[in-house]
Each structure stands twice: as structure tokens, then as C-alpha cells.
């Protein structure tokens, strides 16, 4: 792993084992280096971005991490939509579309929508505090924050909350010609949080963040 800036690095075979990096991407080894902030390292071999560590990054991540729980409890909460036809209107939140299912056969789709839509994120917002605000402090890294934030990782593609927002507005533009539709304050803070969530997930670089936490642990 080398930064934009840095020479090709010579084959894994003329160097030590100790060390070695593999690619995401094309699952090339290669010696790991120390980048700067504000520098990036690149794959040699397929230019995958590597690592790039960025000033106060951590604090940043944290205050998107709150942020984007305080927008999950108003979309949980606050109405999500109304639909109205004929006169007559129906007001329903994030919470009732997740329990629509609840009855009969569809019962394991509630709990599976709980999960993705909201239980998941919500795990990994917190999960995030916790591995990164000790270490934002300046204090050592918290009881097993290496499992929580392998944790993090593992729960990454799981979390759908993007996956749900580009439904709805499917859902609405196919319901627009039939009914009256008003969004509510809770759909615009779930678009919020899936904003959020998004500069967050490409604003944290992971390598730095297992970087940091093996040298914290040594020091």
C-alpha cells in the first residue's frame, strides 16, 4: 500500500512477510506504509483507494454518527406520509409501515423490516460512537472495540435504510396519479439520515481506523 506519491513498490516476494497488505478489491499483497493526512493510498495493481486519512476525522464521524440518530428517532416518529382519495385521508408513520405486516403469513417481513430499516443502522451509529470516541478523546480504545467495530463492518451491507428511501419514492411516484399525496417531516429526515449515513460510511476510512486501533492498544 503506497500513497499517489510514493515510487511502485517491489514484489511481495523480495520482501518480508511481516507487514503484507491485501487489496480489497483485487486481493494484491503488498507492504503497508504510513500515509499522511490529507494523502491517499492506491492499489498499485487496480488503483483501489486504500487508505486516506483525513484530520479530525474520527470527531467528524462521531458528530455524523449523532446525527444521524437523532434524524432516525424523528423519522421513527414524526408522521411519514398522508395519503388522501375521495376526501378521505390516511396519516401513517415509519413505525406503522414497519408493523404493517404484523398479522398472518407477512409477520416475519415486520421483523425483517425493523431490522434493516432501523434496528441494524441504529446498531452501527452507536457502534461507531463507541469504538471511535475514546479514541477521539485521546484515551485508549474502549473494552473490545476491535469486535464492535469488526461488528460494524460485518452489519455494513445489511443496513438498508438507503435500500428502503429509493422504494418509497418508487412507491410514490406509481401512487401520485391515484391519490393525494403530503409528505411528512418524517420522510425528510429519513432522507436526511440516508444522506448522512452515505457521507459518513465514504468520509471514515477503514484501514485508518484498524490502524489506530492496534496502536493504541500497543501504546
Not at 488503483?47 to 423519522?75: C, F, H, K, Q, S
Not at 441494524?120 to 461507531?128: G, N
Request: charged share 15%; aromatic share 8%; with cysteine.
Amino acid at each position: 500500500m503506497i500513497p499517489d506519491s510514493a515510487a511502485t513498490p517491489t514484489p511481495v516476494a523480495e520482501r518480508e512477510t511481516d507487514g503484507l497488505f491485501a487489496c480489497p478489491a483485487c486481493d494484491a499483497l503488498m507492504q503497508a506504509h504510513e500515509v499522511a493526512a490529507g494523502e491517499t493510498a492506491r492499489c498499485p495493481r487496480c488503483g483501489e483507494r486504500l487508505e486516506a486519512p483525513r484530520r479530525d476525522a474520527m470527531t467528524r464521524i462521531i458528530m455524523l454518527a449523532l446525527a444521524a440518530l437523532i434524524l432516525m428517532v424523528a423519522a421513527i416518529f414524526f408522521p411519514f406520509l398522508e395519503v388522501g382519495v375521495a376526501g378521505r385521508s390516511n396519516r401513517a408513520s415509519l413505525l406503522d409501515t414497519v408493523t404493517a405486516f404484523s398479522s398472518g403469513l407477512t409477520a416475519p417481513l415486520t421483523f425483517a423490516m425493523a431490522a434493516l430499516i432501523v434496528i441494524l443502522p441504529v446498531i452501527r451509529f452507536v457502534s461507531l460512537i463507541y469504538v471511535l470516541g475514546p479514541m477521539a478523546a485521546g484515551r485508549p480504545p474502549a473494552r473490545h472495540a476491535w469486535r464492535v467495530f469488526r461488528l460494524v463492518e460485518a452489519l455494513r451491507p445489511w443496513a438498508m435504510a438507503e435500500v428502503f428511501i429509493v422504494g418509497v419514492a418508487v412507491a410514490l411516484v406509481k401512487v401520485a396519479g391515484l391519490a393525494q399525496v403530503s409528505l411528512g417531516p418524517a420522510f425528510w429526515a429519513f432522507v436526511a439520515l440516508v444522506i448522512v449515513t452515505v457521507l459518513k460510511d465514504n468520509f471514515m476510512c477503514r484501514v485508518t481506523v484498524w490502524k489506530t486501533l492496534d496502536a493504541r492498544r500497543q501504546s
